[in-house]
């Protein structure tokens, strides 16, 4: 089973809450996680990108690095583990993507690939006067596959002559090109319309886990249904926070802690955003009730034994390809699954 980490490129993590770790995103901080990332044998590492936060009291998500120069600075760093980058397809054209993405390839000696961000935080793009309008809540999908059509074109051949409905390539070029001659797309739409994407598109996709192992597995059922449809190899993996504590009781008494110092007035502001968006997408699964200061992200929390156990039962699902860890304090939390859950797990 693949492990990777969900970098906080943005403050505070994924946790909207005044009572979780507080901090500022920087280079420093995330190099010092994906130097142990790489020492325990994490698989990837993939940064979000986010252009506007939600404020609040814990000011979330309104500090935050970018994503491909972060990770451009990274593969200059690490020698091993993958990479992925997001791009909020409104803000850049499909060639610009491209050769951002070989420039990158070309620094981390083939290790990059890109995580597509279709939008539905309308906030982010109003902002700066790039939102296409709200015809493209229902044909945002449209516009990905056109943009990753070009992307793949360019870096397959060098040039493109697309002509689609949201883009026209006029003998564009690209050189030089990926040394594989692509890379990597991963998606995390969780509609039916955005899995179905990834299936005719991605190579990987990430689904927000379920605290139910039945769910994380129907989810990934439902994910591989449509690649079946498309006759691709889709990997799936799932989204978790890792909480761990050297008793069951104490790791629960962190999550306890956290979910009582929730940032209503932040998470009252995202899930006006959400609203805006009503076809099904993962705005409407970020902010159910349950645990919506943590975005409603799967959980795993126990001791190390436990911790490790858990991920063993999710490496039994069938066909699921991974698990993207979420921590708490991240160079804390990276050092301590290295040392203490890596050497339990039967999936490593």
């Known amino acids: 089973m693949d492990l ?117 935080n309308q906030s982010e793009y109003t902002q700066m006067g790039v939102w296409p309008g709200d015809w493209y809540y229902d044909r945002r999908y449209g516009y990905a596959t056109e943009y990753v059509q070009i992307m793949r074109e360019l870096w397959t051949t060098g040039q493109s002559d697309f002509k689609g409905e949201f883009f026209t390539m006029d003998d564009c070029r690209l050189s030089p090109r990926p040394k594989a001659g692509s890379v990597p797309i991963v998606c995390a739409g969780q509609s039916d319309r955005g899995m179905r994407f990834c299936a005719e598109y991605g190579d990987f996709q990430f689904i927000i886990g379920s605290e139910d192992v039945a769910g994380t597995a129907a989810d990934t059922e439902r994910l591989l249904g449509h690649a079946a449809d498309t006759g691709r190899d889709v990997g799936p993996y799932a989204l978790y926070f890792v909480i761990t504590g050297e008793t069951d009781a104490e790791a629960q008494a962190k999550w306890d802690h956290y979910r009582e110092g929730a940032d209503l007035e932040a998470i009252a502001f995202m899930t006006g955003q959400a609203n805006l968006d009503v076809s099904g997408s993962t705005a409407a699964k970020i902010t159910e ?12 929390v126990g001791s190390h034994a436990s911790v490790a156990q858990q991920l063993d039962e999710l490496a039994a699902i069938n066909g699921l390809k991974g698990v993207m860890c979420i921590f708490d304090d991240f160079i804390a939390g990276t050092e301590d699954f290295g040392q203490k859950v890596m050497p339990l797990l039967r999936s490593r």
């Open 4 to 120: 990777g980490i969900f970098i906080p490129i943005g403050n505070n993590g994924w946790m909207i809450s005044a009572t979780s770790p507080q901090y500022k995103p920087s280079f420093d901080l995330n190099r010092a996680i994906a130097e142990k990332a790489e020492t325990y044998g994490f698989n990837f590492l993939l940064s979000m990108v986010k252009l506007r936060g939600f404020g609040g009291p814990t000011e979330f998500w309104d500090h935050n690095l970018e994503s491909f120069t972060l990770m451009a600075g990274l593969a200059a760093v690490t020698s091993n583990i993958q990479l992925f980058a997001s791009v909020a397809l409104p803000t850049l054209p499909p060639p610009i993507v491209a050769r951002m993405a070989s420039t990158i390839d070309d620094i981390s000696n083939g290790r990059f690939g890109i995580n597509i961000v279709s939008g539905w």
């Open 289 to 300: 009730l349950q645990n919506i200061f943590a975005l409603n992200i799967g959980k795993i």
